[in-house]
């Protein structure tokens, strides 16, 4: 009943030749007709996927926005701008953006609170540290960083966000969670999850990010609890996103 979700986070890589060689694969590549498949973009490039993707059955998403929709904040992109160009969502709480940019649970809420006002899908991004798992404390962390959204949205708003569960220590590390690591982190975000509403719980988008390849794709979105995944050095080769892609079908 939970549609699976492959998104692509290019972060601040690819090019606009990148965007071309994308649009070309996917509109003749079978892709799966139950899996959503969405590119977070970096913005500016935006306008051209939307124009080459147009007709494919892809979403397009960016990495984050400004809390605020519109003012005196030089260098900075609003919810409504992205909306314009094409994005359905946006990623908010990666942990770039929270270690990179000091973006801390009350920026978090923000932006989502943003996301939803610009009629953006927020894909609420948290996880731990490798001290904090070896530390025991990775479902507190988590529990922590889920409570400091949710406890701030009422029902409508809480479900309309997707979760992407991402251990700071396998993001662009190559060490990947095992499938077993994964499911004990969303079997306990979707319990967290139900509390507020037992609906939520069931339908909720959990998504596990950090290192995910074609190679380990298959056995983690097998977990019963996850829903698709968050890629982000796979998703910037063609091939390796379309394997990704079809493991989730
Ligand atoms: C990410 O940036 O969200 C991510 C999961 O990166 P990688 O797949 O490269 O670990």
Known sequence: ?????????????????????????FTTAELPAEVDIAFMLPA?????????????????????LHPEPKGAYTGEISGAMLK????????????ER???????????????????????????CLGETL????????????????AAVFDGLDESERRRLTVAYE????????KTATPD??????????QRLAQYDTALGETARLLYGGSMNKDNAAA??????????LIGGASLQVDDFLAICQSAG
């Open 167 to 174: 251990p700071v220590w396998a993001i662009g590390t190559g």
């Open 44 to 64: 500016p490039y935006l306008p051209a996927a939307q124009r080459s993707f147009a007709g494919l059955p892809v979403s397009l998403g960016a990495q984050t």
């Open 98 to 124: 929270r270690s990179l940019f000091h973006e801390d649970d009350t920026a978090v809420l923000a932006r989502v609170r943003a996301a939803l006002q610009a009629g953006l899908e927020p894909v609420l």
């Open 220 to 229: 983690l979105l097998a977990q019963p609890d996850i829903d698709g995944g």
């Open 131 to 146: 001290e904090e798992r070896e530390t025991g404390s990775t479902e507190a962390v988590v529990s922590k960083q889920l």
């Open 181 to 190: 690591q994964a499911q004990e982190v969303h079997l306990a975000l979707r």
């Open 84 to 95: 314009e160009f094409g994005a359905h969502y946006v990623l908010v709480g990666h942990s």
């Open 1 to 25: 009943m939970r549609r699976p979700l492959i998104a692509g986070n290019w972060k601040m890589n690819g090019s606009l030749a990148l965007v071309e060689r994308f649009a070309q694969a």
